[in-house]
């Protein structure tokens, strides 16, 4: 946790929040979410053009994770968007085209017009060269995976303080053979003549990628990139970010009424703590008990909140509500959409009662507004309902105000643990909007979910005991509708059976379970089976993600 205060510590995460049914029930009612303009920057910004690469948010999170700020914006995106950003230069991405393709996508003369430095990345390197008037062909040996780069010229600055071979990743099968006029190689492998180049004025194109961890010194190179070519002195940082945001959210909301709908989560916990750094009591969080949180959950968070954050909170326990609409209950989806709409009703309740409110805040990140406008996205198969909450929407009146529409989450962490926020909020382990109502397989019941409570709380006292907390992406008990014959003392049993889940992962795009310790598993299952009444068995879900899910349900 080192350097914390002052640099964005950078991973992929994905914390959905409970608010978002709200920014779907505008959308349904017809109504936009204000789409914020970047930040004003006073800050140095870097942006990446993105040509359809898997890896341009990857280079965006490892420019930022050298405190400059960066944003992923489509190849074809209009100057006047690129240039809001006021960049001190471009990362041109990989991406699956060939120059040469009909419709291939190439960067829009404005960029080349602005005299700014380029680093072009693989496919950008291909673009660079097409552009300024060298050739690219397909290659007579496909590049893909480690190669060793061997520096042909002497003090480049991409490669400053380097070794002069070094090993890279590399993923391409077109190849540079004739390098733009004016264009100078830097670099060699044993299947690319041209593997780095470059001109006076800060174009650059390397073959290679430096924002995936195998090659190693891919970092030192971006860096180079920023620092000595863009001269970029690193001025993002959670401090400054706080500054800017808290003097916008001021100017914004002026004198107007703010709601936040709190989860427990870090992301609208971290979006109420900084919209209440710029205003104060006008902001009022409301925090809906669905009855279906974990042990001293509701507790724990309004306490945080009112007593060490000092913020207005309305606590509504509708446990009644949510149990009641559940009753009889088992289809997952089914589950889903009834919490999600139920929670909308409850919210606009309260809401309604508070007179007039101006704005909603949300704690959208910036993967979610990345991935939102992605063509695979919008494609992309529905696995479950996440966001996508049916039903329901009445017309609400608010704008929104989403202060981290621009961060990542471990960026939100930080300015989280900045605001001085107790650890234990920032880094907790994601837990979703439907709650264990998702958990429970089959009906949700008062008496089951008070035997998971009890089970899930031995799983997080047992990892948190073992400190493997941090490590793990979540771990968790999972009440299932199997029940099995066991013996306890002289007696047969006819109890429960307990899944514990644990898995590792970066976004929760994909996981795996983790491998636990037997020990710590045993323990585990002999304090379950032993502390909570009508459980007689314990299994351990060894399955990853695909092709299951990190839930149950
Ligand atoms: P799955 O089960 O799809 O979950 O692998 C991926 C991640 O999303 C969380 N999750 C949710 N979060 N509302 C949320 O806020 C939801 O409806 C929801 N469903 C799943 C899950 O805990 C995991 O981190």
Known sequence: MEGKEDSFRVTTSDDLEVSTYLEIAKQKAGEQPIVEKSPELEREAVVVIDFGSQYSMLITRRVRECNVYSEVLPYDTPWQRISSIKPKGFIFSGGPASVYDAGAPLASAS???????????????????????????????????????????EGSPIFADLPLSFTVWMSHGDEIIEMPPGFTTMGYTENSTIAAMGNDHGIIGIQFHPEVAHTPQGKEILKNFLYRICDCTGNWTPGNFITESVAKIKEQVGDGRVICALSGGVDSAVTAALIHRAIGDQLTCIFVNNGLLRKEEAERTINTFQRNLKMNIIHIDATDRFLQRLMGVTDPEMKRRLIGEEFIRVFEEEAAKLGRVDFLAQGTLYPDVIESVTPENRAAAKIKTHHNVGGLPTKMTFSLIEPLRYLFKDEVRN???????????????????????????????????????????????????????????????????????????????????????????????????????????????????????????????????????????
């Not at 380029?118 to 190669?147: D, N, P, S």
């Not at 795996?512 to 299952?525: H, K, N």
């Open 415 to 553: 300015v989280g643990l900045a605001l001085g926020m107790p650890e234990e909020m920032v880094w907790r382990q994601p837990f979703p909007g439907p709650g264990l109502a998702i958990r429970i397989i089959g009906e949700v019941t008062r008496d089951k979910l008070e035997i998971l409570r009890a089970a899930d709380w031995i799983v997080m006292d047992e990892i948190k005991n073992a400190n493997l907390y941090a490590e793990l992406w979540q771990s968790f008990a999972i009440l299932t509708d199997t029940r099995s014959v066991g013996v306890m003392g002289d007696h047969r049993t006819y109890g429960y059976l307990i899944a514990i889940r644990a898995v590792t992962s970066e976004d929760a795009m994909t996981a795996d379970w983790a491998r636990l310790p037997y020990d710590l598993l045993a323990r585990i299952s002999n304090r379950i089976v032993n502390e909570v009444r009508d459980v007689n068995r314990v299994v351990y879900d060894i399955s990853s993600k695909p092709p299951s899910t990190i839930e149950w349900e």
């Open 111 to 153: 960029i080349y017009e602005s005299h700014l430095p380029i680093l072009g990345i693989c496919y950008g390197m291909q673009v660079l060269t097409h552009q300024f008037g060298g050739r690219v062909a397909i290659g007579t040996k496909h590049e893909y995976g480690h190669a060793i780069l061997h520096q042909s010229a």
